[in-house]
């Protein structure tokens, strides 16, 4: 049995890799797939295949491409989830900020330097036409650091994925004033060189596996009911996001890949761009 580690963030996404673990379609192929849950997020998960502590990652696009071309020795093997990423803009419910406007100059929770939620902020800001240079940051980890930083006013919005933040809308916590979407495919899966080198047929039997899963997982009797109890999500909320995602089971493009690292570039986050062979790895 080959033991490989694997992280991704507890969402509603990645209910397809935990429902493949459950099933044992890993150990049937002789794999013991271990699993990390990561609240933090892109961030974390960056620093975690640096240090070897996981050998695959469920990571946001943009995050990945950033950390490889700034020296993580990972490559992006497969797109994850093809549909974008919907952003919700939040504030604190009881915050006088009412438009998107209103939030120029002021300071954005975010869960650690070089995740989803600060590249975002930059997106989202160039969007808007504000000066890039100006956003100011403050580190919350988690959504629960969030909950405190905007209830006690040490941040003033906070983006993170749309429905997995509605519970807190719903229980007047936050309000979300906008949407941003992700400009690309949300999530891809990286995996270290390391592992490509040494297990690269591995990786292939776990992408053959997750991508059959993914493939029919919009077909599971009742998988909304599940994805619902599963995170504390509304049953029409979470058809709403079944309705909005797609899975894929291909590898990124060039043209994606330059598209995302020329957004990146322009708002600099990165200070040069990788080659699709310095960031891709087919399996």
């Known amino acids: 049995m ?129 000066a890039t240079d100006d956003l100011q940051f403050e580190i919350i980890n988690t959504i629960d650091g969030a909950v405190e930083a905007l209830t006690n006013q040490t941040a003033d919005y906070f983006m993170w994925e749309r429905f997995m933040t509605k519970p807190l809308v719903d229980k007047g916590i936050f309000r979300r004033i906008a949407d941003c979407p992700t400009p690309w495919p949300c999530f891809v899966i990286a995996v270290r060189e390391e592992i490509l080198k040494n297990d690269r047929e591995i990786i292939s039997k776990i992408l053959a596996i997750i991508n059959q899963t993914t493939e029919e997982f919009k077909d599971i009797p009742s998988i909304d009911k599940t994805l619902a109890s599963n995170y504390d999500q509304k049953i029409e909320d979470i058809q709403d996001w079944l309705a909005l995602t797609t899975w894929s089971q291909k590898q990124i493009t060039n043209e994606m890949l330059n598209k995302v690292q020329n957004q990146l570039f322009q708002l600099k986050i990165i200070d040069k761009k990788g080659t699709f062979e310095g960031i891709v790895k087919t399996v």
């Open 2 to 130: 080959k033991t490989i580690k694997i992280a991704g963030v507890p969402e509603h996404f990645n209910l397809p890799w935990h429902l493949a673990i459950e099933n044992g379609d890993f150990e049937k192929q002789n794999i013991d797939l271990q699993w990390t849950h990561v609240p933090e997020g892109t961030g974390k998960m960056c620093q975690m295949l640096r240090d070897g502590e996981t050998d695959i990652a469920v990571i946001l696009t943009e995050g990945i491409i950033k950390d490889i071309v700034a020296g993580n020795p990972s490559k992006i093997v497969q797109v994850y989830v093809e549909s974008p990423l919907i952003w919700g803009i939040h504030v604190a419910a009881k915050s006088d900020y009412k438009t998107l406007a209103d939030l120029e100059n002021k300071k954005v929770a975010i869960s650690r330097l070089g995740s989803g939620s600060q590249l975002m902020a930059y997106v989202n800001a160039n969007n808007q036409n504000w």
